[in-house]
């Protein structure tokens, strides 16, 4: 569906232990985005990037960390959950070749207990 | 960085009637203004976007505007029907990797 894909698609975990969500794009797109949804605050941008190995911090990225060894694939990693991180998290993904807008993911519901 | 402000956060309008969003930004590099519905439990589907060489733009009972001097955008929607109900998001896009900085939202019911 849309051609990109987020897992899992649920998760819960205890405070302190490391996370990671993985979205996968069949699109060949050159950017890639990670984003949190919270009630008041709409979409925030935790890291994107846009290329292989090409990464950078978006306005809320303390806390995460981000990989992107392959096109199809961009990882975020939680180093050690807290509550603060219980949220949605939506990947987007963009061709950049002109300005347009995202096709998002189904998102992440993740929990931290 | 960008900094957008999306007003109001809630909207209640009877159905057939019009609703209208606004948003402003603050960069002035920013030249991609797209809108988002999203609907409970969904992801955000773009439904309308606007570039800044342009001032308006309508596609059936959507429409936006862009007043670039004044760093406002705004999303019209016409004859509301109650499957119009969601949450809608502005957006605007600037920097190198074509970033997105979304407004916090507007939560609108259409009452039948």
């Known amino acids: 569906d849309a051609g990109i894909t987020q897992s899992p698609r649920h998760k819960v975990t205890e405070t302190g232990t490391p996370v990671t969500l993985r979205c996968h794009q069949t699109e060949n797109h050159r950017y890639m985005y990670w984003y949190r949804q919270d009630p008041g605050h709409g979409l925030r941008l935790i890291h994107y990037?846009?290329?292989?190995?090409?990464?950078d911090k978006g306005e809320v990225s303390d806390g995460y960390s981000v990989s992107r060894s392959k096109t199809e694939d961009f990882l975020l990693t939680l180093e050690s959950a807290t509550s603060s991180q219980t949220s949605v998290y939506f990947c987007?993904?963009?061709?950049?070749?002109?300005?347009?807008?995202?096709?998002f993911g189904s998102g992440t519901r993740l929990t931290v207990v | 960085g960008e900094n957008v402000e999306q007003h109001p956060s809630t909207l209640s309008v009877q159905e057939g009637d019009s609703a209208v969003i606004k948003c402003t930004y603050s960069d002035s590099a920013s030249n991609y203004f797209p809108w988002y519905k999203q609907e409970l439990g969904k992801r955000p589907q773009l439904i309308i976007d606007i570039r800044s060489n342009v001032g308006e733009k309508k596609d059936q009972r959507i429409a936006v505007t862009l007043n670039k001097t004044a760093k406002h955008f705004s999303l019209h929607i016409t004859e509301t029907q109650p499957e119009d109900s969601a949450v809608y998001f502005c957006?605007?896009?600037?920097?190198?990797?074509?970033?997105?900085?979304f407004g916090s939202g507007t939560q609108l019911t259409v009452l039948p």
């Open positions: 990037s846009y290329g292989v190995k090409d990464t």
């Open positions: 987007a993904i963009s061709n950049g070749q002109r300005a347009d807008g995202y096709t």
């Open positions: 957006a605007a896009q600037s920097g190198s990797a074509r970033q997105l900085t």
